[in-house]
């Protein structure tokens, strides 16, 4: 559920040359040239790597997701016909949670706005802060939406079968590290890579209205 940290990357003709595509579309953004679209022309290198990871990110969600639900579905069947009922019913807790994840992923990645010539710069620029602040603020809450219904089911599961045993203990154990850790993992990359593309693109509608009031 992770966003990678961004590597730092050098400065390559490649880049150079994507940045001189992005100012001649700014500038050809609603076919003007004026100082409002041209101080928009080069918006943080971050928001672009951001979205391609939260594609990434979403598209293997899914596959999980695509995989697990009919196993998980497969085994509350099976729970049921033998009448194991704790089983069934941690069972069809995670087939629902396997399918609300990438639910709520493409809810939220919804939000990121599609390039459109007519829109005004600074209205698709604060469109972009508040997507940019929603994947922000799903990463912080991952703790109740994703981590918990997961390590609720997977635990319940394995204890409904195995029974209340010290292995049972030791994998509850394991399980909730390795949650605790990628909670603490998606919290940094919120506040390192989501809230900090936030403020860049603040700084950028803050120039816009400078140059707004100067001009």
Known sequence: MTIPQEPEKPETEETKENAMHWIEFRKTWQGTTDPETEAAAAPPERVAWLRRRIAWRDFLETAVALLLAPFFA???????????????????????????????????????PKADPRRPV????????????????LLESVWWWYLSPLAVGVIGLYVSIRGLVWQS??????????????GTANRVAARAQFRTAVGEIDEQLAQLENGTREG
Do not use: C
């Open 74 to 112: 497969w085994f509350g069947w099976l729970s049921w016909t033998r009448e194991q009922w704790p089983a069934f019913g941690f069972s069809a807790l995670l087939v629902a949670a396997v399918i609300y994840i990438p639910w709520r992923l493409w809810r939220e990645r919804r939000k990121l």
């Open 122 to 137: 600074k209205d698709y620029l604060r469109a972009e802060r508040d997507a940019m602040r929603a994947q922000a603020e």
């Open 169 to 182: 203990l030791a994998y509850a154990a394991v399980v909730l590290a390795m949650y605790l850790a990628i």
